[in-house]
């Protein structure tokens, strides 16, 4: 098992940057791919961006696509998500996802979430 604790949510104007940390305990976490999600009022929760276990791929969904960055630091048991040009529609509940079954798979433990909101 694998438990998660994200980080770094926060107010932010139009155009700033938000950096998202995920810390995770547990030996195992290099055998999980990593993934973060956000949930917007109203909206189904989406997967934001995704990357394997060891950094090899990635994912992101269009419309963060050249904004933002995930990657992670397995000696840190960490992930993280660089958000950059940050529009009003990303605001929401980010959350930090460990998959057993692939990156664009089911994700089977969450954080907590931690919210982002971007005011225009």
């Known amino acids: 098992q694998v438990q998660l604790v994200e980080s770094g949510g926060g107010l932010v104007q139009a155009g700033g940057s938000l950096r998202l940390s995920c810390a995770a305990s547990?030996?195992?976490?290099?055998?999980?791919?990593m993934g973060w999600f956000r949930q917007a009022p109203g909206k189904e929760r989406e997967l934001v961006a995704a990357?394997?276990?060891?950094?090899?791929?990635?994912y992101y969904v269009d419309s963060v696509k050249g904004r933002f960055t995930i990657s992670r630091d397995n000696a840190k048991k960490s992930a993280s998500l660089q958000m950059n040009s940050l529009k009003p529609e990303d605001t929401a509940v980010y959350y930090c996802?460990?998959?057993?079954?692939?990156?664009?798979?089911?994700?089977?433990?969450w954080g907590q979430g931690t919210q982002v909101t971007v005011s225009s």
């Open positions: 990357i394997t276990w060891n950094g090899g791929r990635t």
């Open positions: 996802a460990a998959s057993e079954g692939g990156y664009l798979g089911e994700y089977n433990y």
């Open positions: 547990g030996r195992t976490f290099n055998r999980y791919d």
